[in-house]
């Protein structure tokens, strides 16, 4: 009946129709211009026909639809006013509603993952079968936005308010047996068992078995809700999600305010508020920072990608040196995504300490039930703790994570090369000393790199992967796979001092040192930021880091960039190593920490800090909340452009989401460089020009300078 790139029709025994959605040339299906527009077609076809007695939806391809083509819906950000959204959205609106209103009752075979659009042509079917295999979910409100073909408006109608707004606030994938019990689908049978089952529920409608008209009127008329009910639910909600949202994701609040102006009305009026709230939302910064944060995803998931293919073997066997936090951290996180590694200490009570580390982790997983004890039982038999070499010649990839020195690097990776293969690559888990001066203690520094791990593991996603002078392709590609198998996001950069991250984190930090040194109040500054939107300020940063970790970075920081980065004065945190305060794991820092009902640290004010540091530091002065951002984040942004345009981190792009990973930079202002763009780079310039006095930390880039003469953007 019609055969197109993504979509073809054809006709089964018994009158029934099977649309299936299977787009050329790409491994999943997605909701592109051309399946909108070859959908319209052959819903037409399938509306003119005369022998059709009902239809099935399905997929060719392993998942069902992913959502829409989020590259395609890029010009609708932003504030972009050249763009039509209500067109854009429009198109597939009155494909769903013509599907809707077939004389024939219609089924979806949900076979994968449904998200977004994926799940609201589900929803505009009569009934949904769904593979316990499957997914679904109405991700929007993590970009931003809210759902645009009709979520809002039928999710509702099918399983109830509260589901919907559960479901469409927090944005979060369902398996099938949740949407089972919530009504959202009518079935869940095994994927081998999907059509057959997806095709008995059509010939239940067809016989008259199943009412489809029933069905359909209850998601076209209002909300079988009373004025009470409604306000309850609605207005409770609200409260509730606005306090996890936060003031910068109005996305969550809009869906459920869009639900409630529309819980009164019929479907098409329904749908027109709908697409009013998308379209207002996509004009804010904050969906266009987060658009562009999914599509900077995608981008560094496509690079890492690539390097596993050039990988020149599978990494099967792992070995970490050093246990420990840090080491049984690594030890948990590759144990768990399913490959043994061995994990060697110079001691018994380290190797314990890193054993207890992941045995803590996994027994957290059992008490929430997200791990039965079998399954944790087989993950730490994938650990094999041991004090000798012994087996090392047979592992694939080492990361060295032993104390942050180099003397004592040096020592220990030379002893390493002797004892494993000269296949293995042997890669350095530190977050500050050159890899390149590392590989200089190596015979074979081509198969040496670094792996720089964020604390804690496993909840850390980022892992910087680092190219030192001599480091091959094949010791990144190899480094790279491996992380990708540990479940993490690995960015290659290239060796300098601090390499990326610590790099641009030092500059932010001595911002915080300038301005306490000038009076401000670490309080203060802590409560500024924290509303800029960095889960912490820098002094609660400092204390989570570690005094001791700061005082050693700073120094090869120093070493390395004399020229912006040489302290000239005792600073605060200078003082604070000096009294012995660490941080939360001494107790004392900035703020001084008990822990609380849970064992987790509580921070408290503590006047012995203020006491500290009143010798030197200058009198009491209160900054604007724009000055103290001017003097945080300069430092930090002019040195991340710095890293771009040395070719240290290979785009923008990579850059922000280094930081958003790996430091908790704000997500909803999409990345530094994101953030630069939206102010305007003349806007930047103007902001370090303010405090360029201070030091050359806080000067502009001439490169920066230069694309606010021009009206340049980072992100094109």
Same mark, same amino acid.
């Given at each position: 009946?019609?055969?197109?790139?993504?979509?073809?029709?054809?006709?089964?025994?018994?009158?029934?129709?099977?649309?299936?959605?299977?787009?050329?040339?790409?491994?999943?299906?997605?909701?592109?211009?051309?399946?909108?527009?070859?959908?319209?077609?052959?819903?037409?076809?399938?509306?003119?026909?005369?022998?059709?007695?009902?239809?099935?939806?399905?997929?060719?391809?392993?998942?069902?639809?992913?959502?829409?083509?989020?590259?395609?819906?890029?010009?609708?950000?932003?504030?972009?006013?050249?763009?039509?959204?209500?067109?854009?959205?429009?198109?597939?609106?009155?494909?769903?509603?013509?599907?809707?209103?077939?004389?024939?009752?219609?089924?979806?075979?949900?076979?994968?993952?449904?998200?977004?659009?994926?799940?609201?042509?589900?929803?505009?079917?009569?009934?949904?079968?769904?593979?316990?295999?499957?997914?679904?979910?109405?991700?929007?409100?993590?970009?931003?936005?809210?759902?645009?073909?009709?979520?809002?408006?039928?999710?509702?109608?099918?399983?109830?308010?509260?589901?919907?707004?559960?479901?469409?606030?927090?944005?979060?994938?369902?398996?099938?047996?949740?949407?089972?019990?919530?009504?959202?689908?009518?079935?869940?049978?095994?994927?081998?068992?999907?059509?057959?089952?997806?095709?008995?529920?059509?010939?239940?409608?067809?016989?008259?078995?199943?009412?489809?008209?029933?069905?359909?009127?209850?998601?076209?008329?209002?909300?079988?809700?009373?004025?009470?009910?409604?306000?309850?639910?609605?207005?409770?909600?609200?409260?509730?999600?606005?306090?996890?949202?936060?003031?910068?994701?109005?996305?969550?609040?809009?869906?459920?305010?869009?639900?409630?102006?529309?819980?009164?009305?019929?479907?098409?009026?329904?749908? %027109?508020?709908?697409?009013?709230?998308?379209?207002?939302?996509?004009?804010?910064?904050?969906?266009?920072?987060?658009?562009?944060?999914?599509?900077?995803?995608?981008?560094?998931?496509?690079?890492?990608?690539?390097?596993?293919?050039?990988?020149?073997?599978?990494?099967?066997?792992?070995?970490?040196?050093?246990?420990?936090?840090?080491?049984?951290?690594?030890?948990?996180?590759?144990?768990?995504?399913?490959?043994?590694?061995?994990?060697? %200490?110079?001691?018994?009570?380290?190797?314990?300490?890193?054993?207890?580390?992941?045995?803590?982790?996994?027994?957290?997983?059992?008490?929430?039930?997200?791990?039965?004890?079998?399954?944790?039982?087989?993950?730490?038999?994938?650990?094999?703790?041991?004090?000798?070499?012994?087996?090392?010649?047979?592992?694939?990839?080492?990361?060295?994570?032993?104390?942050?020195?180099?003397?004592?690097?040096?020592?220990?990776?030379?002893?390493?090369?002797?004892?494993?293969?000269?296949?293995?690559?042997?890669?350095?888990?530190?977050?500050?000393?050159?890899?390149?001066?590392?590989?200089?203690?190596?015979?074979?520094?081509?198969?040496?790199?670094?792996?720089?791990?964020?604390?804690?593991?496993?909840?850390?996603?980022?892992?910087?992967?680092?190219?030192?002078?001599?480091?091959? %392709?094949?010791?990144?590609?190899?480094?790279?796979?491996?992380?990708?198998?540990?479940?993490?996001?690995?960015?290659?950069?290239?060796?300098?001092?601090?390499?990326?991250?610590?790099?641009?984190?030092?500059?932010?930090?001595?911002?915080?040192?300038?301005?306490?040194?000038?009076?401000? %109040?670490?309080?203060?500054?802590?409560?500024?930021?924290?509303?800029?939107?960095?889960?912490?300020?820098?002094?609660?940063?400092?204390?989570?880091?570690?005094?001791?970790?700061?005082?050693?970075?700073?120094?090869?920081?120093?070493?390395?960039?004399?020229?912006?980065?040489?302290?000239?004065?005792?600073?605060?945190?200078?003082?604070?190593?000096?009294?012995?305060?660490?941080?939360?794991?001494?107790?004392?820092?900035?703020?001084?920490?008990?822990?609380?009902?849970?064992?987790?640290?509580?921070?408290?004010?503590?006047?012995?800090?203020?006491?500290?540091?009143?010798?030197?530091?200058?009198?009491?002065?209160?900054?604007?909340?724009?000055?103290?951002?001017?003097?945080?984040?300069?430092?930090?942004?002019?040195?991340?452009?710095?890293?771009?345009?040395?070719?240290?981190?290979?785009?923008?792009?990579?850059?922000?989401?280094?930081?958003?990973?790996?430091?908790?930079?704000?997500?909803?202002?999409?990345?530094?460089?994101?953030?630069?763009?939206?102010?305007?780079?003349?806007?930047?310039?103007?902001?370090?020009?303010?405090?360029?006095?201070?030091?050359?930390?806080?000067?502009?880039?001439?490169?920066?300078?230069?694309?606010?003469?021009?009206?340049?953007?980072?992100?094109?």
């Amino acid at each position: 009946m019609f055969n197109g790139s993504a979509i073809s029709v054809k006709m089964l025994d018994g009158g029934i129709a099977e649309l299936n959605f299977d787009l050329e040339g790409e491994s999943v299906n997605k909701f592109n211009s051309l399946t909108v527009k070859e959908l319209g077609e052959a819903l037409e076809i399938l509306d003119n026909a005369d022998d059709v007695k009902g239809l099935l939806v399905t997929s060719g391809k392993p998942v069902f639809i992913v959502g829409a083509d989020i590259t395609e819906f890029v010009p609708l950000f932003g504030g972009n006013g050249d763009v039509d959204v209500a067109g854009h959205l429009g198109k597939n609106n009155d494909n769903l509603n013509m599907l809707e209103t077939f004389d024939f009752p219609s089924v979806v075979a949900i076979n994968g993952y449904a998200m977004g659009g994926g799940l609201e042509i589900c929803l505009a079917c009569d009934f949904r079968v769904m593979s316990t295999a499957a997914k679904i979910g109405l991700p929007e409100t993590k970009l931003g936005i809210i759902p645009g073909w009709g979520g809002t408006v039928r999710l509702p109608r099918i399983a109830g308010a509260d589901t919907a707004i559960d479901w469409i606030a927090s944005g979060k994938e369902q398996k099938a047996e949740v949407a089972l019990k919530a009504g959202v689908v009518d079935g869940v049978v095994a994927p081998e068992d999907l059509r057959e089952s997806a095709l008995k529920v059509l010939q239940d409608a067809i016989d008259g078995k199943l009412d489809f008209e029933e069905r359909r009127d209850q998601k076209d008329e209002p909300l079988k809700l009373n004025e009470t009910e409604a306000m309850m639910v609605f207005e409770t909600s609200k409260a509730f999600v606005k306090g996890m949202a936060g003031p910068h994701y109005p996305a969550p609040v809009k869906a459920i305010e869009v639900m409630q102006h529309a819980a009164r009305k019929y479907r098409d009026d329904a749908l %027109d508020i709908e697409q009013e709230a998308f379209a207002e939302l996509a004009e804010t910064p904050v969906a266009e920072s987060l658009v562009g944060l999914f599509l900077s995803d995608q981008l560094i998931g496509k690079k890492a990608k690539g390097w596993e293919k050039k990988a020149d073997k599978k990494v099967e066997r792992a070995a970490v040196l050093g246990a420990g936090i840090m080491g049984g951290g690594i030890a948990y996180q590759s144990a768990i995504k399913g490959t043994p590694i061995k994990m060697k %200490d110079i001691n018994q009570d380290g190797l314990d300490l890193g054993l207890s580390e992941a045995n803590k982790l996994l027994s957290k997983a059992v008490k929430r039930k997200k791990m039965t004890v079998e399954k944790m039982g087989e993950t730490l038999a994938r650990i094999d703790p041991t004090l000798s070499y012994d087996n090392f010649d047979d592992v694939d990839v080492v990361v060295e994570a032993v104390v942050e020195n180099p003397k004592v690097k040096h020592i220990v990776l030379s002893e390493l090369e002797d004892k494993v293969s000269e296949d293995t690559i042997i890669a350095s888990n530190t977050s500050t000393i050159s890899i390149t001066y590392l590989a200089e203690a190596l015979k074979r520094p081509e198969n040496f790199c670094g792996m720089h791990f964020f604390n804690p593991v496993h909840r850390m996603p980022l892992v910087e992967v680092i190219r030192g002078e001599k480091s091959s %392709d094949t010791a990144i590609a190899r480094t790279v796979a491996y992380a990708n198998k540990m479940g993490k996001k690995a960015i290659v950069v290239n060796d300098c001092p601090g390499f990326l991250v610590n790099r641009v984190l030092f500059p932010y930090f001595a911002g915080f040192m300038d301005l306490l040194r000038d009076g401000a %109040d670490f309080q203060q500054v802590d409560k500024v930021m924290e509303k800029f939107g960095w889960p912490m300020g820098p002094a609660y940063l400092m204390d989570v880091v570690g005094m001791d970790t700061g005082h050693h970075g700073q120094a090869v920081m120093a070493e390395g960039f004399p020229d912006r980065m040489q302290g000239t004065y005792k600073t605060a945190g200078d003082a604070m190593y000096e009294a012995d305060r660490l941080g939360q794991k001494n107790g004392l820092g900035f703020y001084k920490y008990e822990m609380d009902k849970k064992g987790k640290p509580k921070k408290l004010v503590d006047e012995a800090a203020y006491e500290l540091l009143a010798p030197i530091t200058a009198e009491r002065k209160e900054f604007t909340a724009e000055e103290i951002i001017a003097r945080m984040m300069v430092p930090m942004a002019t040195e991340l452009a710095r890293c771009l345009e040395e070719g240290i981190v290979g785009s923008a792009a990579e850059a922000d989401m280094a930081l958003v990973y790996g430091v908790g930079f704000p997500p909803f202002r999409g990345g530094i460089f994101r953030w630069i763009d939206q102010m305007g780079a003349e806007a930047f310039v103007a902001m370090s020009d303010q405090v360029k006095e201070l030091g050359p930390l806080y000067d502009a880039t001439e490169t920066q300078r230069k694309m606010a003469a021009e009206g340049a953007k980072y992100y094109v």
